[in-house]
Nanobody, 122 residues
Framework: QVQLVESGGGLVQAGGSLRLSCAAS????????MGWFRQAPGKEREFVAS?????????YADSVKGRSTISRDNAARNTVYLQMNSLKLEDTAVYYC??????????????WGQGTQVTVSS
């Protein structure tokens, strides 16, 4: 089993920045990749970014490419971050981290965190 705990969400003005964290524990040796997804009210969960567990490869959704960076902490090796800059109103959602395959499809991820709310205001 892998446990994931997100943190770092909050209220931010449009154009601002936030850094989300995801701490993994348990059988982290079974993790191949980590992903960030988000879900806005009334919408399906959508892919944001993913990173292989080694940190060597990353992949972004077009909607956040150039504004966001996914990374793994080399010191606290079981923590993955999502740095989001130039936030837009449409970035408002609950953000989830997940552990599983290196994929943009939610069903490729076996473990999920509880989510952290990001609200962007005008």
């Amino acid at each position: 089993q892998v446990q994931l705990v997100e943190s770092g969400g909050g209220l931010v003005q449009a154009g601002g920045s936030l850094r989300l964290s995801c701490a993994a524990s348990g059988r982290t040796d079974t993790i191949y990749a980590m992903g960030w997804f988000r879900q806005a009210p009334g919408k399906e969960r959508e892919f944001v970014a993913s990173i292989t567990w080694t940190g060597a490869t990353t992949y972004y959704a077009d909607s956040v490419k150039g504004r966001s960076t996914i990374s793994r902490d080399n010191a606290a090796r079981n923590t993955v971050y999502l740095q989001m800059n130039s936030l837009k109103l449409e970035d408002t959602a609950v953000y989830y981290c997940a552990a599983g395959s290196y994929s943009s499809r939610p069903n490729e991820y076996r473990y999920w965190g509880q989510g952290t709310q990001v609200t962007v205001s005008s």
